[in-house]
């Protein structure tokens, strides 16, 4: 296929989620660019970008679930979007994933097939690892 669409996929790979919306994009019959967020990190500046193209908050985009939000105390009412950000930056587990990147937009896929929305083309249907079939 061609790279006149590109699409990124910023990913966990131990993430079942993340997983499909990677699975999803290719069986679409996309070569993603694909970056493991916890292994290159991020900045803020580049989280903001990214957050404000996809019409989210860094509080909305921030993972409560396995992450030391709590601990840092970011789940508290007042807590600024640069502290957030600022601390998404040092703890890169700290955001929510996937969040996928096309020519139309960004977005962040939960649930998985929120990523067709990003695409040009969708398989017809797709089969999630827990077995559920999406249609494309």
């Not at 989210?56 to 840092?72: F, H, I, M, Q």
């Not at 955001?95 to 083309?121: H, M, Y």
Request: proline share 7%; glycine share 8%; with cysteine.
């Amino acid at each position: 296929m061609t790279d006149s669409f590109p699409v990124t996929v910023f990913h966990n790979p131990a993430c079942g989620t993340s997983r499909n919306v990677l699975a999803m994009v290719e069986a679409a019959g996309y070569r993603p660019e694909v970056v493991e967020y916890l292994k290159t990190g991020w900045d803020a500046d580049q989280l903001r970008g990214l957050f404000a193209e996809a019409g989210l908050t860094p509080r909305e985009a921030l993972r409560e679930k396995g992450s030391p939000a709590a601990e840092l105390g970011l789940l508290e009412a007042g807590v600024s979007d640069d502290a957030i950000l600022a601390a998404m930056a040092e703890h890169p587990v700290l955001v929510n994933r996937p969040i996928v990147k096309t020519p139309k937009g960004a977005a962040l896929c939960r649930p998985s097939e929120r990523v067709f929305d990003l695409l040009e083309r969708t398989p017809d249907q797709f089969v999630k690892e827990d077995g559920e079939v999406v249609k494309g």
